[in-house]
């Protein structure tokens, strides 16, 4: 974990290119065995987290104050006498102790039924997994579109450094970062959908064109953040002396800067974007409510404004599950990659 | 030839330097100015930022509104004003309370490592397995609305950050050779870690707290957004662009009053961040050590 | 590196071209799409099955299920399913349907099928259960005969409740909560939170039907409802932000507003030491501005308040007196009773107790924050600070009488259409929710009597009296009725907004 932020990595260079497919049948056998030891002592490392996410998720949620039966009644803004509302706690079970509740949730969550919504009264699962692809989708869109959006901007900012398209590309950057999402949401509805008529503004089903404007907005706050960290890296690797060399030797600029540079910055690059993909997370639960996405975060919103805890409590403990599990990919991937870190390891 | 290509990179980086120097002053002054702001805000707003009068409600900005009024004949400037120091106030407390427990936990447990050191760092991993908002938002749903909940949840999940970074410094630290001499002279843990460890550690932690600034400020703003910041009829921006945002189209200046205020603040600090990070950064200062 | 920018290339110009392509529907079916705000679980009208919690007013607003009798827009009982009533005795209830009613599916709706209907609703349904007491029902050809077990005054105005939505017990309910009704349109997809379609009903038996398909959006945020009726993606909208009415008040759109009997009132706090003093109740019920209230924040759509029903009933506002905005009258009534600023904070204090007001409300009804802080300020003015708690944990905090001293709700205070239903349910020493603890000896004997009295308007008349008695004693301080109000696109027409809430799409919805 340690090493995420590590920047700056030695994979370029024109002369002393690592080429890790012509690694030898029985190093790779070597590194195998390595890379599968250490998925494996990740794997296990993500036991105790696991436990941990699924305590804390369930314990915040019963330390509440309030409760779904109190809260039903206030929504409704008519009256239900205290037996009625005894009686839906206790066929709810919230009457019993708060450990004994916990190890009876855990215990059905290990069997794959995480109880049912106080709310609709459906299983939280199936719920749960009908409106993940939607925000799948959304995410996986905004990703898209945030390379799209940051890397040649971000490249193209470093290249020009200190000119005016640096500096008009910075500023851009620190407009987006410096907005809420809900804030940039509303502005790109105004123009984007009302003024332009391009997009609609309310999703109307889970497609390419309605994911266009909740995938823009995040897309947008995301390349704020994340160009600047392409520009960093690609600064970074363009100050190296290979480049310079490069120069001297009479090689093209486009070819230094697509061969090498881009190459040596697109492990780091991607390292980065996989560890904004948290944010990101975060991020659909207001855009998703503010385009009618129906997807998790917007159940989760509602589910919030509704005190329906078992919704919550799934939504927080899947994020942190996909989360955990990204950065865990992120990190063995890095290794892989990396032939510093890996042929390191090996070598110690 | 050699020679005086080299007085040359000398001087250019003299230059740099002290171009640094300067911005890193103008950014201060900045700073300071929003600080001052925030401070006697009671005292520099034309009028009481929660005094109604409805009769001149929705005011478009003029000589003797500058910013306009709100739904309630609020006086906006004044209200901004007033925000600046629920906003930046809550901003500091909080980004001054994780940097220095984060620094803390992250020095105590590098430079003693042990069963604390891998305790504290499986809990700080259990904060980081959580996507930032989404726990925020679990907490402050807990916890209900108002601003020194939402605090709070940021809190809890953005402390490990400098843990981290403040554990890695150390750990780095810890085998130094001159650390070793200070404890052959013996010295004590305690003025080790005051004297040789925490000093390295302020630049790295100076510039994560500096552009946290803004992050913290905008997701005090998304969390208002879903109601679980501040609540009224505190003046702060993030709550007043949420509850203003329906005025967008008829009424803008009630949304964006609040919201230019949150841009620059924001910008003022993140590149405060930048250019401390450039002050700091050795590249810059190769030309002292040469 | 090639492959991967390919695969990029690729998935930009895919993009692209995905997102460019426009649907074009060239029929001539008529379509109508409606943004609602509160069509959602957090209202608890997840589907569109009466018998489910709330979710019968989705099922009458949108056109699926009609009741047995309806509202007319004064408020009185209309046949609908049914053509008329007969009370035999105090516990018999006749009811004779009308001739060729049939459910969507071509079921005819008979005797039968109202029994079954019902039986089905008191069996799944606590809240009707409550309300109707029914003992038994006997069907035979058109009529139904109701015995209640205990006399039931408003039994037929407890029908017209949307639960009270006749559905074909015997086709059931689907999973995601659609059932078969006798109104102009038969829902065919419904999604929680999301959407409803539906279609027009082929078998109507109530006349034409215009529109050949229906959408129904959930569009919880009122921005994002504002901006897809000017970008034309709904046609009409329900639950608008007041501050975005100003958008629509053009030629492009039309507005129906009627006023409701939704009332926003404060309940005052009898065991809270500042208002169980009887002037500070007076000078808050005369420090609140009702009128800038309703004209300024709420845009002017609403009704400044008198009681707590709205003058469209019979026992409405006009019938009563209270106190108007009067800051100067309030003064001196605190004045009088001892509340003095000597410190000259601008607070009132008696016997060394600062004038404070804890005023407790919700943010689930947008114009409870307003209420709450233009009260706040109007206050202010006369010596009271007041402090805003407003939380989604209002019930729990309402409950503990030391936690509170003013609460701001918004509630239906005549859902029924008769005025019983306000005070049973908040007013008297019986009430569930009089967590103010208020007593008046009056109003429990007036409730004894409006209880046995089977007579509309003598019910009216006591309905008056109680309300009288209330503001007499300062309970409640009532500050304005909703006032329901609809946009829509101006070629819209049929769409009109109904003083009881229940009915929003119906057979004459037109585009044109």
Redesign the interface.
């Given at each position: 974990?340690?090493k995420r932020n590590t920047t700056n990595i030695p994979l370029g260079g024109l002369e002393k290119k690592v080429n890790f497919v012509n690694i030898t049948t029985e190093n790779n056998q070597k590194v195998r065995n390595q890379m599968n030891h250490y998925i494996l002592k990740r794997m296990l490392?993500l036991i105790?987290?696991l436990f941990?996410?699924t305590f804390?998720?369930y314990g915040?949620?019963r330390?509440?104050?309030?409760d779904v039966v109190?809260?039903?009644?206030?929504?409704?803004?008519?009256?239900?006498?205290?037996d009625?509302m005894d009686a839906a706690r206790e066929q709810l079970g919230l009457d019993k102790p708060f450990l004994t509740q916990y190890f009876v949730w855990l215990g059905k969550l290990l069997r794959g039924d995480m109880g049912n919504s106080y709310?609709?009264g459906k299983p939280v699962f199936i719920t749960f997994i009908s409106k993940l692809p939607a925000t799948l989708l959304l995410t996986i869109?905004s990703i898209?579109?945030t390379?799209?959006i940051s890397i040649p901007l971000g490249v193209l900012a470093a290249v020009k450094q200190n000119t005016i398209i640096d500096y008009l590309i910075r500023f851009c950057s620190?407009?987006g970062?410096?907005?809420?999402?809900?804030?940039v949401s509303?502005?790109l509805?105004?123009f984007l959908?009302?003024k332009m008529?391009w997009?609609?503004?309310?999703a109307k089903d889970v497609?390419?064109?309605s994911v266009?404007m909740p995938a823009i907005t995040l897309a947008i706050a995301m390349s704020a953040k994340y160009l600047r960290q392409v520009r960093a890296t690609v600064l970074d690797e363009l100050n190296k002396d290979y480049v310079a060399g490069a120069k001297a030797r009479g090689v093209k600029f486009s070819v230094t800067l697509?061969k090498s540079i881009m190459?040596a910055s697109l492990v780091t690059i991607i390292t980065l974007l996989m560890l904004s993909?948290?944010?990101?997370?975060?991020?659909t639960?207001?855009v998703e409510?503010?385009?009618?996405w129906?997807g998790v975060g917007?159940?989760?919103?509602?589910a919030?404004?509704?005190?329906?805890y078992p919704i919550?409590q799934a939504?927080?403990m899947w994020?942190?599950i996909i989360?955990?599990v990204v950065n865990l990919i992120t990190d063995v991937s890095y290794r892989f990659l990396d032939p510093r870190i890996r042929l390191g390891r090996e070598e110690a | 030839m050699e020679n005086e290509k080299n007085k040359v990179t000398v001087r250019v980086q003299k230059i740099k330097k002290n171009y640094i120097k300067q911005k890193l002053i103008f950014f201060l002054i900045l700073a300071a100015a929003l600080i001052f702001a925030a401070v006697f805000s009671d005292k520099l707003c034309p009028y009481d930022p929660y005094a109604q009068d409805l009769s001149s409600a929705m005011q478009a900005p003029s000589v003797l509104h500058p910013c306009g009024t709100d739904t309630y004949g609020r006086d906006m400037l004044s209200r901004v004003i007033s925000g600046a120091r629920a906003s930046i106030f809550s901003t500091f407390i909080l980004v001054a309370v994780i940097s220095v427990f984060g620094t803390a936990v992250g020095v105590f447990c590098g430079y003693y490592g042990g069963i604390l050191d891998s305790l504290m760092m499986?809990v700080s991993?259990?904060c980081l397995?959580?996507?930032?908002?989404?726990?925020?938002?679990?907490?402050a749903?807990?916890?209900?609305g108002g601003i020194q909940n939402a605090v709070i949840a940021l809190a809890a999940i953005s402390w490990p950050k400098y843990s981290?970074i403040a554990r890695?410094q150390t750990l780095a630290l810890k085998n130094a050779p001159y650390i070793h001499a200070a404890i052959l002279a013996g010295d004590t843990s305690g003025q080790i870690i005051w004297r040789h460890v925490l000093p390295n550690m302020l630049g790295p932690v100076l510039v994560t707290a500096m552009l946290d600034i803004?992050t913290m400020m905008?997701e005090l703003?998304?969390l208002s957004?879903?109601?679980?910041g501040a609540q009224i009829p505190m003046a702060e921006w993030?709550s007043m662009?949420?509850t203003g945002?329906s005025m967008?189209?008829t009424y803008p200046w009630v949304?964006l009053s609040p919201?230019i205020a949150?841009?620059i603040s924001?910008?003022i600090f993140?590149?405060l961040g930048d250019t401390v990070r450039d002050y700091l950064d050795p590249k810059n200062n190769r030309s002292a050590r040469r | 590196?090639r492959t991967k920018r390919g695969i990029?290339m690729t998935?930009?110009l895919g993009?692209t071209v995905?997102?460019s392509?426009?649907?074009a529907s060239a029929d001539e079916k008529k379509t109508f799409v409606f943004?609602d705000t509160t069509f959602?679980?957090?209202?608890?009208e997840?589907d569109v099955n009466p018998q489910n919690?709330?979710a019968g007013w989705a099922c009458i607003r949108y056109g699926i299920g009609e009741t047995l009798f309806k509202y007319s827009d004064d408020m009185e009982i209309e046949p609908w399913i049914a053509k008329e009533f007969e009370n035999v005795d105090e516990l018999t209830w006749k009811i004779t349907l009308n001739d060729g009613v049939v459910f969507s599916n071509g079921r005819v709706c008979d005797g039968e099928a109202v029994k079954e209907s019902l039986e089905s609703l008191v069996a799944n349904h606590?809240?009707a259960a409550?309300d109707l007491c029914i003992d038994s029902i006997e069907a035979d050809g058109n009529t139904v005969t109701i015995k209640t077990t205990e006399p039931k005054p408003a039994l037929i105005n407890y029908l017209c409740d949307p639960y009270g939505c006749i559905i074909d017990a015997e086709a059931g309910i689907t999973d995601n909560g659609i059932v078969i009704g006798t109104g102009p349109y038969v829902a065919t997809d419904l999604?929680?939170?999301?959407h409803l379609d539906l279609v027009k009903n082929e078998n109507y038996w109530n006349g034409n039907v215009n529109i050949d398909e229906i959408t129904v959006?959930?569009?919880?945020?009122g921005?994002?409802l504002a901006?897809?009726l000017?970008?034309g993606?709904?046609n009409a909208a329900y639950g608008m932000a007041y501050a975005s009415y100003p958008l629509f008040e053009n030629d492009d759109f039309t507005f129906t507003s009627t006023p409701t009997s939704?009332a926003f009132y404060a309940w005052m706090n009898f065991e809270s030491p500042v208002t169980s003093d009887p002037a500070v109740r007076e000078a808050i019920a005369m420090g609140i501005d009702k009128e800038s209230f309703v004209s300024v924040l709420l845009n002017g759509y609403g009704y400044p308040a008198e009681g707590a029903f709205p003058d469209t009933f019979s026992f409405g506002g006009q019938n009563l007196t209270t106190e108007s905005y009067n800051p100067e009258g309030a003064k001196q009534v605190l004045e009088e009773a001892g509340w003095v600023d000597s410190d000259g904070d601008g607070i009132r204090e008696k016997d060394g107790q600062d004038l404070v007001i804890r005023w407790l409300t919700?943010p689930?009804r947008q114009e409870l924050p307003l209420l709450a802080e233009s009260a706040q300020a109007t206050l202010k003015e006369i010596g009271m600070d007041v402090q805003v708690n407003c939380t989604?944990?209002?019930?729990?905090i309402r409950k503990d009488p030391t936690l509170w001293d003013v609460y701001a709700?918004?509630?239906?205070t005549a859902?029924t259409g008769d005025p019983q239903y306000f005070f049973t349910?908040?007013a008297l020493d019986s009430?569930?929710?009089n967590n103010g603890h208020y007593h008046s000896d009056k109003l429990e004997e007036l409730a004894a009597q409006i209880e046995k009295e089977f007579d509309t308007e003598k019910r009216s008349e006591l309905g008056i009296q109680m309300q009288q008695t209330v503001l007499d004693d300062h309970a409640y301080v009532f500050c304005s009725h909703l006032k329901m109000s609809m946009i829509m696109q101006s070629n819209v027409t049929g769409l009109v907004a109904h003083p009881c809430d229940y009915y929003e799409l119906t057979a004459d919805l037109d585009i044109n």
């Open positions: 974990m340690k490392q105790p987290i941990a996410i804390l998720s915040m949620m330390i509440a104050g309030s109190t809260q039903k009644m206030e929504n409704t803004g008519t009256v239900v006498s205290e009625v709310v609709s869109v898209v579109l390379l799209i620190f407009i970062n410096s907005l809420p999402n809900f804030f509303l502005i509805m105004y959908a009302i008529r997009f609609p503004v309310i497609s390419l064109q266009a697509w190459k993909v948290g944010s990101l997370l975060g991020g639960a207001i409510s503010i385009f009618m129906d917007k159940m989760a919103v509602d919030i404004s509704m005190r329906d919550i939504y927080v994020m942190a989360y955990v | 499986r991993d259990i397995a959580f996507p930032g908002l989404v726990f925020a938002m679990a907490i749903a807990v916890l209900g981290r890695g803004g905008m703003a998304g957004f879903l109601g679980l993030g662009m949420s945002r967008l189209q949304v919201g949150i841009f924001v910008v993140n590149l | 590196m990029a998935l930009m993009l995905s997102l392509v426009i649907s943004g959602n679980a957090e209202n608890e997840a919690t709330y606590e809240r409550g999604v929680a939170d999301d959006r959930t569009i919880s945020d921005d994002t901006f897809a000017q970008a993606e709904v939704r919700y689930s989604s944990d209002n019930n729990t709700s918004a509630m239906v859902p349910s908040c009430s569930v929710s």
